[in-house]
């Protein structure tokens, strides 16, 4: 499985919502994610793709689409 899928999986879960037809939805305008929802997001991620955000150095409105998502997972892999 790939990060993309990855990062949708986890967002699907936490959403309950299919955003890979909706990948630059901000998902905090939209009200599928709020701070509580951010700390899953975070401990999900570093769960399945072994990426750690700090929640201190986390900046909403660079994790605030599917697509923002997948690219800062991607960027932290590596």
Do not use: C, H
């Not at 955003?19 to 975070?42: C, R």
């Not at 750690?52 to 660079?62: I, K, L, P």
Request: hydrophobic share 40%; charged share 25%; net charge negative.
């Amino acid at each position: 499985m790939d990060t993309k899928e990855t990062v949708l999986n986890v967002l699907q879960d936490l959403t309950g919502t299919d955003l890979s037809g909706d990948l630059d939805n901000n998902l905090f305008d939209s009200g599928l994610l709020d701070s509580m929802g951010t700390v899953q997001l975070l401990l999900q991620l570093q769960s399945e793709l072994g990426i750690e955000v700090a929640v201190s150095e986390f900046e909403r409105s660079e994790w605030d689409t599917p697509n923002k998502i997948i690219a800062n997972a991607e960027e932290m892999q590596n």
